[in-house]
């Protein structure tokens, strides 16, 4: 199969590009490299024999439709994989352990609805969930670790947040 190499002007990035996919007029690309957008046309292209194996992703799009991107040749064989996307849920350590503390909370609130409000109505929440909090803040210690459970104020925040109703008790 014979292939065109193209060059992205800016950063240098090579790309192969199938030349039955390229109008007369030539297409316009985006580079995935640097974002930079460039006409690729067959008479100023490279043409290059490539074998069987070798992908030949293709600049598709008519010259009167938008950049489209087109994928780089590598160079080079890489000398390391590229770090894999982050799991689904999975964010940084800050914002797990406010998520975590504000749920911990909330299950209380929710499985203690009447002890709650009658406890704000009287000014003991503090003494009335006691048990509750300490059980909550041990979980939270043992998911985020206690160096972050202590430097940050998120378990206070929900505390005050979602048991307290909104006033600052704790």
């Known amino acids: 199969m014979t292939a065109m190499n193209s060059t992205c002007p800016s950063c240098g990035t090579v790309y192969r590009v199938d030349p039955a996919k390229v109008p007369t007029a030539g297409v316009r690309a985006r580079c995935v490299k640097c974002e930079s957008v460039f006409r ?5 292209i490279a043409t290059a024999d490539v074998g069987a194996a ?19 040749v590598p160079r080079s064989a890489p000398s390391a994989p590229p770090a894999p996307p982050p799991a689904f849920g ?20 929710v499985y203690h ?13 503090r003494e009335e969930f006691r048990d509750e909090i300490r059980k909550s803040w041990d979980e939270y210690v043992a998911q985020v670790g206690d160096s972050l459970a ?11 947040d979602i048991l307290a109703g909104g006033e600052r008790i704790f």
Not at 113 to 125: A, D, K, Y
């Open 150 to 160: 202590r430097s940050t104020p998120y378990f206070r925040d929900a505390l005050n």
């Open 113 to 125: 609805p009447e002890r709650r409000e009658q406890s704000v109505r009287n000014g003991t929440l």
């Open 40 to 44: 690729v046309r067959k008479h100023e």
């Open 90 to 109: 999975v964010a940084d350590p800050q914002s797990k352990a406010r998520r975590l503390a504000r749920a911990l909370i909330s299950d209380i609130v």
């Open 54 to 72: 070798a992908p030949a992703p293709a600049a598709t799009a008519p010259a009167a439709e938008p950049a489209v991107p087109v994928l780089p």
